[in-house]
């Protein structure tokens, strides 16, 4: 009778530690996981400025979202804030150096300077970011 009870605790236990982790991943709905930028298109004149070739990314998970560019070594760790349609990103960090910068250094990745993206398509595969200048579309891989 002991043993049954032992393993029917540690069965509840990895139960729950299976929900808890399960709860925290899904914070952000489909906007959590890791995101490819495919397509960067100028907003005032129609241009494509950067494609999946660029290879920039946006990773997700809580309230983090981490900016890279494939080629490069460090990349940017921030903060952000999902509101309805809207994407806020602040407070950027670089890595290594481990130094807070402004959020125009993120402007290579198609962040506008006051950080704000409206969210004009968000599912489980593709996203479309658009600020005053750019719409940025993504697949999810």
């Known amino acids: 009778m002991k043993k049954i009870s032992t393993k029917l605790c540690a069965i509840c236990i990895l ?5 808890a ?3 925290k991943w899904d914070k952000n709905g ?3 996981g890791m995101w490819q930028l495919t ?3 100028n907003t005032t004149n129609g241009t494509v400025e950067k494609t999946k070739a660029d290879g920039l990314f946006f990773s997700v998970q809580q309230d983090m979202i981490r900016i890279n560019k494939q080629s490069d070594e460090g990349y940017y760790l921030s903060l952000f804030t999902k509101r309805n349609d809207s994407l806020i990103i602040q ?3 670089y890595w290594p150096k481990d130094s807070l ?5 993120l402007a290579p ?5 006051h950080g704000r993206f409206h969210i004009d398509m968000l599912t489980s595969e593709n996203m479309v970011l658009s600020s005053d200048t750019a719409i940025i579309s993504f697949r999810k891989y």
């Open 21 to 23: 982790c399960e709860m």
């Open 30 to 32: 489909d906007l959590d």
């Open 15 to 19: 139960c729950a530690l299976c929900v």
């Open 91 to 93: 407070s950027p960090v």
């Open 109 to 113: 990745f198609g962040v506008p300077g």
């Open 101 to 105: 910068c402004n959020i125009s250094a």
């Open 39 to 41: 397509e960067w298109r």
